[in-house]
């Protein structure tokens, strides 16, 4: 085996181990209000987004017409005309949305079902 594609090889298995664990980190259990240690709080949020709409404009159309006053058999003449299309149009909104997160004095690891995990709470058997 060359040393090129050693190193293929090697950089393909790197790859593959780092897509895994980000696809770990986002199958993480969310934390719910039901869950032990979970503490949450509310948060005001700004929204965004895009609304569909319909729009107009006024223009004036030439159109020809068979009334004329000045003798003639055809004329032009000018009417207001309004037109319609689709827009979109930028909705800014204020949403509250309830946010979990470990209580004061707890932690979690990934896939931890609550907040297990008291920060002070391992115990130490040396003695001093």
């Known amino acids: 085996m060359s040393q090129t594609s050693c190193f293929l090889f090697l950089f ?15 199958d ?6 039901d869950m032990p240690n979970v503490c949450s ?4 949020r700004t929204v965004t987004k895009l ?25 032009p003449i000018y009417e207001h005309r309004t037109e319609y299309y689709r827009s979109e149009q930028t909705v800014t909104k204020e949403v509250n949305a309830t946010i979990y997160h470990c209580c ?10 609550g907040c297990p995990i008291g920060k002070n709470s ?4 040396k003695k001093y």
């Open 12 to 26: 393909l298995i790197i790859l593959s181990t780092t897509a895994n664990i980000e696809d770990d980190f986002h």
């Open 28 to 33: 993480d259990i969310e934390l719910t209000s």
């Open 41 to 44: 709080k509310v948060e005001t």
């Open 51 to 75: 609304v569909p709409c319909l729009k107009s404009y006024d223009h004036l159309v030439k159109v020809w017409s068979h009334n004329c006053s000045n003798g003639r058999r055809i004329c």
């Open 104 to 113: 004061l004095g707890w932690t979690r690891l990934i896939h931890d079902y």
């Open 122 to 125: 391992f115990v130490s058997d």
